[in-house]
């Protein structure tokens, strides 16, 4: 932390510091790693016996990048101010998006209800497998062994790390996707919101309370 | 077909240690938990990983587990859970279990 607040003082670089400011690092100077030199081996390879081109290449990864956890709240707040949506979601998540015009993209994803008796979690103890194609890419936590290992062990515990405190007479309910499901929160609507429009209601909808880590924001 | 186990059995997670690209975390090997959902039958991702064609589809399910089963010295609710989906290869009837292992029990005698 000590260079971050260098960045507080003002520098005279013409007097004699006795020592160099580190910088950050570049991306370049860590190791290339095994999975750096195989992703581009693979690409290459695709690229040059035409098996792909780097235009479509180029367009897949728009298209992951363009996945955001907006998608994922306009669902929830749709769900919150309509009960036969919600019905029709918690049946069939991907066929419920498509009402509201998005694609939710062709692995199944379960909705997972938080009520007064139960508060789910997401994760996925062996890899990543997250629902991407609602909520975008996983932060790196989600990815990270402390996170795949400790949720399913002491759930309380990571919840409490990330301000979520879950009473003890609420079940809390971990699911560990393994291969062929995703899974999101649906969390519940928070109270006094009443007079909240279905955009005001998806602003409340945050990345973390999709996965279950955190609660909706309070109007 | 109809599914090798109803919703609300009691399972449990075949104890075994195979190479590859194993689809069920090693915590719930062993374990004993409920079968709270049939999703449907989809190709063995365990065969798809190495270019095979994954046939015949399996079952899979999901299936409950109490946290107090999984971890002795679990801290927090008795009612927490945890559900993993578990293919059906990976997964025994814990009756029949549990009665073979009392006949076996009794042969020793």
Redesign the interface.
């Known amino acids: 932390m000590s260079d971050m607040q260098d960045n507080g003082h003002h520098h005279d670089h013409d007097h004699a510091h006795g020592h160099r400011h580190p910088f950050q690092p570049d991306l370049e100077d860590g190791d290339y790693s095994y999975y750096q030199v195989m992703t581009e081996a693979v690409i290459e390879l695709l690229v040059g016996k035409k098996v792909i081109t780097a235009e479509e290449l180029r367009s897949t990864i728009e298209v992951i990048d363009s996945k955001s956890p907006v998608f994922g709240a306009r669902l929830i707040a749709r769900a919150w101010v309509d009960p036969a949506f919600k019905a029709r979601m918690l049946e069939d998540v991907i066929s419920a998006a498509g009402e509201l015009g998005i694609d939710a993209g062709a692995i199944?994803i379960r909705a997972v209800e938080n009520t007064t008796a139960v508060h789910n979690v997401i994760v996925c103890?062996?890899c990543s497998c997250y629902p991407r194609s609602l909520i975008g890419l996983p932060p790196d936590w989600y990815k990270a062994r402390a996170y795949r290992s400790r949720v399913?062990?002491?759930?309380?515990?990571v919840l409490k790390e990330f301000g979520t405190q879950i009473p003890?007479?609420?079940?809390?309910?971990?699911?560990?996707?393994?291969?062929?499901?995703r899974y999101m929160v649906l969390p519940a609507r928070p109270s006094g919101t009443g007079d909240l429009d279905e955009e005001a209601l998806a602003d409340l909808v945050t990345r973390d309370c999709m996965i279950g880590t955190a609660l909706p924001k309070s109007a | 077909m109809s599914p090798r186990f109803p919703i609300g059995a009691r399972v449990s997670v075949t104890r075994a240690f195979p190479p590859g690209h194993v689809r069920t975390p090693f915590f719930v090997r062993g374990k004993t938990g409920i079968v709270t959902d049939i999703v449907g039958d989809f190709p063995n991702p365990e065969e798809l990983a190495y270019g095979r064609d994954g046939l015949p589809a399996r079952t899979l399910f999901r299936v409950t587990f109490l946290q107090c089963d999984l971890w002795p010295d679990y801290e927090g609710s008795a009612e927490d859970t945890t559900v993993v989906d578990i293919y059906e290869h990976w997964l025994q009837d814990a009756e029949t279990l549990s009665q073979t292992a009392e006949t076996g029990a009794r042969e020793h005698v």
């Open positions: 199944p103890t062996l399913v062990r002491e759930p309380r515990a003890v007479d609420v079940e809390v309910r971990v699911h560990d996707s393994t291969a062929d499901l």
